[in-house]
């Protein structure tokens, strides 16, 4: 069965660099969501998506933004990267935006390392 | 205020044993608890799905329950594997995802 795929697996950028996060969900699912995992900590929620549209924001930085696309892709933009950016980005993707009752799906996730 | 906590935080075992891992959440309303195992540098994997109504519910040698009075579930493995080294976490949804702290396992030789 298809999964969630995330692209690059691995980045590394020098501080106050920009980075870019790609998501791609499950087919036929049309809700999105971005989590920062730093070592030994649980995810962070980020944002959500749902149908294109951002639907829950959460610790997300100002120097962050995200998009879905209208194929329900989605990208995570990173600017002025920080050395406590460097964490795990998983993206996950449920099926109708119901985060109260769907599964999310979670994907392999994105190791940024910054330094 | 919803939170999600589990214990014990870390867990050494050695193969073929059993263990019990357990989660306390306060989390409302509530209408389900699920479980996810994260292997190391991987994204979570649902492993099983409580809802209110259900007691106990088994994925192979995995076997969660759920007391939605007391607000406990726990996640026993049978028999475990070398395989079953990662993290366990348990996530209470409300109109999104309550993380809770994790149990790391180690399996040994």
């Known amino acids: 069965a298809a999964g969630v795929i995330q692209s690059p697996r691995h980045l590394i950028k020098e501080k106050r660099e920009t980075a870019t996060l790609k998501c791609y969900p499950i087919p036929r699912h049309d809700t999105v969501y971005w989590y920062q995992q730093g070592p030994g900590q649980d995810p962070q929620f980020l944002i959500s998506f749902y149908e294109k549209m951002q639907s829950d924001k959460g610790s997300i930085p100002d120097r962050f933004s995200a998009q879905q696309f209208s194929d329900y892709h989605s990208e995570l933009n990173m600017s002025s990267l920080e050395l406590g950016d460097s964490a795990l980005y998983f993206c996950?993707?449920?099926?109708?935006?119901?985060?109260?009752?769907?599964?999310?799906?979670f994907g392999p996730g994105t190791r940024l390392t910054v330094l | 205020k919803n939170q999600v906590e589990q214990s014990p935080q870390s867990l050494i075992i050695l193969e073929g044993k059993n263990c019990t891992l357990q989660c306390n959440y306060t989390v409302s309303p509530f209408s389900n608890l699920r479980w996810y195992k994260q292997d190391t540098g991987r994204g979570p994997v649902s492993l099983t799905i409580m809802t209110f109504s259900e007691n106990t519910k088994s994925n192979g040698r995995y076997t969660a329950t759920l007391d939605a009075d007391t607000k406990q579930s726990s996640l026993h493995i049978t028999a475990s594997q070398l395989s079953d080294s990662a993290s366990y976490i348990c996530?209470?949804?409300?109109?999104?995802?309550?993380f809770g702290t994790g149990t790391r396992l180690k399996v040994l030789a």
């Open positions: 996530v209470v949804p409300t109109y999104k995802y309550i």
């Open positions: 996950a993707s449920s099926p109708a935006g119901l985060a109260g009752t769907d599964t999310q799906y």
